[in-house]
Every structure is written in structure tokens, then in C-alpha cells.
């Protein structure tokens, strides 16, 4: 991917294994939210390919990604801060249900309604908020808001779901609990790759973890391995200056 002169990744190449966690890590600058940008259809590759299961994906727009069962959250939390849990959630059926004024007038899509709204009440189950679906999703805490966001992008049924930074502001006590919930995710089936800077949570729930550094692929192992790795070592602690 590059951007005028500037090459945010450069011939990475890396796989992901169905049913597993996946971290992709790096220091500040290493292009890993650019990868994510790239996989999830924010940005069209420049070169080189995105394979989903034999299909290359890579250009298509973020609704067709979608499409194909790879789901993404950001960074920093995007939902709807002046609606309810449960409405945040609904957002995520769009995909199955697709509501009209129309329909809507004449009744007619009521029985999608209530079927969508029970797939939003089993994700938000599922991350154990159920009990606020009448809450403001402004008013939930840090750590609540976050778990919401991936009761969004649970309930668009997801093969794989890409989790940029999801641990970002949490307590120990939050990400504790995050990472019991990422376990029961990979439990039912869903493939996770997440990009993160918390090395407790990398390290204790990833399967397999993939290193960038300058937008160039570094290392790859299990956590053990990735841990005691001198290249990775040298990437995060070393005298070479990372940019932001």
C-alpha cells in the first residue's frame, strides 16, 4: 500500500487459520491499522492480494467484505452515543434485515423485525449485556462500550471478525473479562484477528501471532516464540525510532 512515495506496506504476507485468535503486532508506524484499512475494504491495495477462502477480495468495497463474513471495529468506539444498546445493535442485523418505509407501514416485515431483534439480544447476551439494552450506549462505561461494539459486529454473523484495538483505555479488570469473552468467540466458531498493544492480552489469548515492523513482515510464532524473538525484541526496545 502506498500512499504517494511513501510505502505504508510493503510485500506482507501472512495467513490466518479458521478457528483460531490471530495478533497481528508492531510498534507505532509498522502499518498494521493500514493492513487492517486494506483487508476490510477501507483502502484498495496499491499491489499484491487478499485471498478469502480461494477469492481474492482485495479492492472490493467494505459493505461487499462485509458481505463475505469479515467484519471490522475500530480503533476508538463508533456507536450511536444518544441511542439505546439495543438499537446499536439492530444497526448490526442490516445486513439480513433490511427494514422500508413501506414494509413498515403495512406491517409487513413484522416478523423480521422480531427475528432481528432476537439475533441483537443474543449478541448482546453473548458479551453479557443484556441487562442494559435499554441504556443510553453513552452512558455504559468504557469497558461496556467497547464489549457493545463487538455485540454490533457480532450480530452481522461474521466468519472472521478484525478487532483493531480493543483493549484501548481498559482497566485490568476489563480486559480480564475482554479477553474470557474473546476465548468464548473463538469458542463458537468465529476467526479473530486482532491488532493490539497490550502484550498481557496478546500474549495470553492469542494462538498465533504475526509481527510488523516499517510495514514489512518481521516475525510470526506463537506467543513463547514471539516473546523471545531478538528481531522483535530489537523492533520494540531497540535504537531504532518508530514514528506514530
Keep these: 500500500m502506498r500512499f504517494g ?17 490471530h ?4 510498534p507505532n508506524g ?13 483502502y484498495r491495495p496499491t499491489e499484491g492480494e487478499i485471498v478469502l477462502r480461494d477469492e481474492s477480495i ?20 463508533t456507536l450511536f452515543a444518544e441511542m439505546s444498546v439495543l438499537e446499536n445493535v439492530l444497526v448490526g442485523t442490516h445486513m439480513e434485515f433490511r427494514p422500508s418505509i413501506w414494509s413498515a407501514l403495512s406491517g409487513r416485515d413484522a416478523q423480521q423485525r422480531r427475528g ?5 439480544q443474543e449478541a448482546l447476551d453473548f458479551f453479557g449485556l443484556l441487562g442494559f439494552q435499554h441504556n443510553l450506549a453513552g452512558d455504559l462505561p468504557h469497558g461496556h462500550q467497547r464489549a457493545l461494539g463487538m455485540a454490533v459486529a457480532l450480530a452481522c454473523r461474521p466468519d472472521i471478525m478484525l478487532l483493531d484495538e480493543p483493549f484501548t483505555g481498559m482497566n485490568p479488570e476489563e480486559t480480564k473479562h475482554m479477553m474470557k469473552l474473546m476465548g468464548r468467540l473463538r ?58
Design 5 to 21: 512515495g511513501l510505502t505504508a506496506v510493503d510485500k506482507l504476507n501472512f495467513n490466518v487459520q479458521k478457528g483460531t485468535i
Design 23 to 26: 495478533g497481528l503486532i508492531g
Design 30 to 42: 509498522a502499518g498494521k491499522t493500514t493492513t487492517f484499512n486494506m483487508i476490510s475494504g477501507f
Design 58 to 77: 482485495a479492492g472490493l468495497q467494505m459493505h461487499e467484505v462485509a458481505h463475505r463474513g469479515v467484519v471490522r471495529t475500530f480503533q476508538h468506539s
Design 116 to 120: 432481528a431483534e432476537a439475533k441483537a
Design 187 to 244: 469458542d463458537s466458531g468465529v476467526t479473530v484477528l486482532l491488532v493490539e498493544h497490550d502484550m498481557f492480552a496478546i500474549m495470553g489469548l492469542c494462538d498465533t501471532i504475526t509481527c510488523m515492523s516499517f510495514g514489512k513482515f518481521l516475525a510470526e510464532g506463537g506467543p513463547k516464540e514471539i516473546r523471545n524473538h531478538p528481531d522483535v525484541i530489537q523492533a520494540y526496545l531497540g535504537g531504532a525510532r518508530h514514528v506514530a
